[in-house]
C-alpha cells in the first residue's frame, strides 16, 4: 500500500465549479503538507503548503488538512480552463528526516469552458 | 523570477550507455533533490544533496550516482542504462533554513532508452 493515496481521476467540471481535490495518508509522522500543480510535460508547481492541522488560503485556492483523519483537500473556487492539469498532493515530515517529498500519484483535472 | 535549470531537456540514450543530467537550482539555494517521473506515475524521490554533502538517499539504483557541486550545481550520472530508466527527471532546490519545505522543481530532463 502507497503511503500517500489520492484518485488519479480525470475529474471534469465545468467552467466556474468548485473543485475538491484529496489525499488520504497512512504515516502520523507527516507534518507539512504541500500541493503541486504540474502541467503536461512540465515540472510540478508548488501552489500552497500547510503545516499540521488546519486551512489556509489563497486567492481561489484552500488547503486543508485534517490530521486526526489522515485527510487533506485542495479546494478551488471558480475554476477556470487554465486550471486544468495534474495536482499532486505531496508530504514530508519527521520520518523522512524533512528531506525528499512523498507524492500522491496525482488527480488529473479537465475544467471545461 | 529565476528557476531551476535542468540540462539537457530531451535525451535519448541505447541500453547500456551512460548519461548525465545536469541540475543548477535557483539562486542562493542550497539544497538540491533529484526525483524519477516514470509515465502516469508520481515523482519518486532519488537523492538529495546540502552543502555537496548527500543528505538524504531513496531508491536509487547503484547505477545511478550523484553529485553537488561548490556552485551548487548537481549532475545525475546514470550508467549501463536499462529501458525502465526511461522516465522523466526532475531537480528541486530549497533554501535551507528559509522556508525548507517549498522545493521548487526544474522542467524535468526526459531520458528515453531505447
Known amino acids: 500500500q502507497k503511503e500517500v493515496e489520492q484518485d488519479p481521476g480525470p475529474l471534469s467540471v465545468p467552467e466556474g465549479a468548485i473543485v475538491s481535490l484529496n489525499c488520504t495518508y497512512s504515516n502520523s509522522a507527516f507534518q507539512y503538507f504541500m500541493w503541486y500543480r504540474q502541467y503536461s510535460r512540465k515540472g510540478p508547481e508548488l501552489l500552497m503548503y500547510?503545516?499540521?492541522?488546519g486551512n489556509k488560503e489563497d486567492g481561489r485556492f484552500t488547503a486543508q488538512v485534517d490530521k486526526s483523519s489522515k485527510y487533506i483537500s485542495l479546494f478551488i473556487r471558480d475554476s477556470q480552463p487554465s486550471d486544468s492539469a495534474t495536482y499532486l498532493c505531496?508530504?514530508?515530515?519527521?520520518?523522512?528526516?524533512?528531506?525528499?517529498?512523498?507524492f500522491g500519484t496525482g488527480t488529473r483535472l479537465l475544467v471545461s469552458p | 523570477a529565476a528557476g531551476v535549470i535542468q540540462s539537457p531537456r530531451h535525451l535519448i540514450k541505447e541500453k547500456r550507455e551512460t548519461a548525465t543530467l545536469k541540475c543548477y537550482p535557483i539562486p542562493r539555494h542550497d539544497t538540491v533533490y533529484w526525483y524519477q517521473q516514470g509515465p502516469g506515475q508520481d515523482p519518486q524521490f532519488l537523492i538529495s544533496f546540502y552543502e555537496k554533502m548527500q543528505s538524504d538517499k531513496g531508491s536509487i539504483p547503484d547505477r545511478f550516482s550523484a553529485q553537488q557541486f561548490s556552485d551548487y550545481h548537481s549532475e545525475l550520472n546514470m550508467s549501463s542504462l536499462e529501458l525502465g530508466d526511461s522516465a522523466l527527471y526532475f531537480c528541486?532546490?530549497?533554501?535551507?533554513?528559509?522556508?525548507?519545505?517549498?522545493?521548487?522543481f526544474g522542467p524535468g530532463t526526459r531520458l528515453t532508452v531505447t
Open positions: 500547510t503545516y499540521s492541522s
Open positions: 505531496a508530504m514530508t515530515g519527521m520520518n523522512t528526516g524533512f528531506q525528499k517529498l512523498v
Open positions: 528541486a532546490s530549497s533554501l535551507k533554513g528559509a522556508t525548507v519545505y517549498e522545493q521548487y
